[in-house]
């Protein structure tokens, strides 16, 4: 018998993802990880992480009559989540945490563990697919039957080691369908409200957690416009993103959007709307899933934030570790930092981080 380590978040969509496996004859145990303390956290329903969550878990695995562990992994997250995130904040990028939360922890460290524990699988709730293509003899990730939720923008780092040991049960099913799972097998959490923030940053104030964690003030500098004038005096770059037209703290005879950051010079570029369009997005630190190398340009849809939709683009691979995008119709706010991720109909080719 195959055994199974779900990772279990305290949610509908894992919890669901324990019982399929347990159905499809698996022998299951469930794991939470305890990435960070913060007990503010549990009054928020809408994150992850909480002790609220931590319970919600167990009742589950109690109700399915598996074990359940706890794994302290806060020094990995911190290293390789908290750290990363306010880093990456700092230089004038705009991070992606949950994306390395998938790379480093899930699919890392917890996959680690269960490996360990001699688990074959790591299980999550995580709406996407994997097959193996005989043809190419590789491990595809596909997007999931519910397209609102589908979730592959996040995992596009998976490596093909990973994704041999790794299912998503819930990928073929919509979320209304996995409550229902949830509801007919009396879990506790089948009308919990799904995480939507930060789990470390619960009420967005994104600035104070930077500054708490490196004990130190952003600093101010100057506002400029297109060609290099100084136009206004801003608090610091990293309370500013790319095509934010709101909250800038001072007025303007017309709306003006933050076109880049200069951290060094400590500067905001100010424009247009129409300043934020681009076609060209260079991409690196890739992962390649559907194929080794694409070795001429080739025709992909294309998105730089999970919010988009998908937009028809040319993929040429210029480097080892690194791929450029051409867009046919002009991008807005194209924010490095952030992921491109191609596709191909359903299967992801690669992603990358914005440069």
């Not at 095509?243 to 800038?248: E, F, N, T, V």
Request: net charge negative; proline share 3%; hydrophobic share 35%.
């Amino acid at each position: 018998m195959s055994k199974a380590m779900i990772a279990m978040s305290g949610g509908v969509d894992s919890s669901v993802a324990a019982y399929l496996t347990m159905r499809e004859g698996f022998e299951v145990i469930g794991a939470t990880m305890k990435l960070f303390d913060r007990p503010d956290l549990d009054i928020h329903e809408k994150t992850c992480c909480s002790l609220d969550d931590v319970m919600d878990a167990k009742s589950v695995c109690t109700r399915l009559g598996i074990n359940h562990y706890v794994f302290n992994m806060k020094a990995e997250f911190d290293a390789q989540v908290m750290s990363r995130f306010a880093d990456i904040y700092r230089t004038g990028a705009t991070p992606n945490p949950c994306i390395d939360c998938n790379r480093y922890i899930k699919f890392n460290g917890l996959l680690r563990r269960a490996l360990e524990l001699d688990c074959d699988y790591i299980v999550t709730g995580h709406y996407a697919s994997i097959e193996f293509d005989r043809g190419s003899e590789r491990w595809l990730l596909k997007r999931a039957a519910d397209t609102a939720k589908d979730q592959t923008y996040f995992l596009y780092p998976l490596t093909q080691y990973q994704l041999s040991h790794t299912r998503f049960p819930v990928g073929a099913l919509t979320k209304p369908e996995v409550r229902q799972i949830a509801e007919d097998n009396g879990f506790v959490n089948s009308r919990k409200h799904d995480s939507q923030d930060i789990c470390f940053v619960p009420d967005g104030d994104y600035v104070s957690f930077i500054e708490g964690y490196f004990g130190e003030k952003c600093e101010g500098g100057d506002f400029i416009d297109m060609h290099g004038n100084v136009i206004g005096h801003h608090n610091g770059t990293t309370r500013y993103t790319i095509g934010q037209r709101k909250g800038l703290g001072m007025g303007f005879n017309k709306p003006m959007y933050v076109c880049a950051k200069d951290v060094a010079r400590r500067t905001v570029t100010l424009g247009d709307n129409s300043d934020l369009f681009s076609c060209s997005v260079t991409v690196r630190d890739i992962n390649m899933i559907a194929c080794e190398k694409v070795m001429s340009p080739i025709r992909v849809k294309a998105k730089i934030r999970y919010s988009q939709r998908d937009e028809w683009a040319t993929l040429e691979q210029t480097a080892d570790d690194e791929f450029h995008l051409e867009f046919d119709t002009p991008q807005r706010a194209i924010a490095p930092g952030q992921a491109a991720v191609c596709y191909d109909g359903d299967v992801v080719v690669c992603g990358g981080t914005i440069i």
